[in-house]
């Protein structure tokens, strides 16, 4: 196996640096940790994660087991010190990524997990299903701070448990962390914010498979099942003050940690996205 070189230069572009052959089925998605690592996770078909040191040689360095069924799905946390993974189940696991241990199975969804993202600052994951619905979730607590329904009235267990014809395929934050993207089977690529129960925009998008905001969250790009590419102009939106400073806070402490701080219940709710 070839050694992962420092840096490619260009006379090495386009040049196979390393193929990492560990799996026994389909790679369905990849995620490289956000701290410059080059750590990098791969979800597969074969009810694995593997994590592998792109600075050692591709050297594979765990395999993450728990999964019962094909992982569709993982995401890090933006300091890299969890992983997320989701898959043909109703679980979302998070994964400690320095122990490489599960740090617990949250639950709630009704049907498959397809899709999952943790917010800019790492307090809030959202997480996509065919059940119809995004939840987000207070990963560092485990609870549902709050839902994206796509069907109206929300489906009941049994018909969310089956084809419904409102799966849930793609779910992005934007870099504000004040915007999340659904893409569903109804044909609409929705737009909402964190503040609000229902969608402020909504636009027609047909097979919609997979999205993703640019880095200065004002272009959402959207894959389609049949090959195409769409892109739109996102809403815009000046972050208030206060949003601000809590995602400061949030990009260095926990739940359980803010939970200690002596501030008054109501800036504590704030602070939890326990209120908006």
């Known amino acids: 196996m ?18 990492l052959m560990d799996h026994t089925e389909i790679v369905r998605d990849l995620t490289f940790a956000p701290d410059g690592s080059l750590i990098l996770v791969s979800a597969s078909r074969d009810k694995t994660l593997r994590v592998w040191d792109l600075k050692d040689d591709g050297n594979m360095m ?25 898959g043909a189940g109703k679980a979302v696991f998070l994964w400690d990524m320095d122990k490489y241990n599960m740090i617990r199975k949250l639950e709630g969804h009704y049907n498959d997990v397809v899709a999952c993202e943790f917010s800019p600052d790492g307090a809030l994951l959202a997480t996509a299903s065919y059940d119809t619905r995004v939840y987000v979730w207070d990963p560092h607590i485990g609870s549902i701070l709050f839902e994206l329904g796509h069907l109206y009235p929300p489906p009941t267990p049994i018909f969310a448990g089956g084809d419904n014809g409102r799966w849930v395929r793609s779910v992005s934050f934007s870099h504000d962390g004040v915007h999340i993207a659904s893409l569903a089977d109804d044909r609409l690529v929705r737009f909402w914010r964190i503040d609000r129960s229902y969608p402020i925009e909504v636009a027609p998008l047909n097979k919609g498979l997979c999205s993703a905001f640019s880095t200065d969250g004002s272009v959402l790009a959207a894959g389609t099942q049949d ?12 972050s208030s003050l206060q949003h601000l400073c809590r995602m400061a806070i949030r990009r260095v402490m ?9 501030v008054p219940p109501k800036i504590m709710e704030f602070l939890t996205y326990q209120i908006i």
């Open 2 to 19: 070839a050694s992962f070189p420092d840096f490619v230069n260009e006379n090495e572009i386009g040049k196979l640096l390393l193929n």
């Open 227 to 238: 090959g195409n590419v769409h892109f739109w102009a996102t809403p815009t939106y000046v």
């Open 62 to 86: 765990k395999v993450l087991r728990g999964h019962q069924n094909w992982v569709y799905c993982c995401a890090f946390s933006p300091d890299s010190s969890i992983l997320c993974s989701v």
């Open 254 to 262: 926990t739940t359980s940690q803010v939970q200690k701080l002596p």
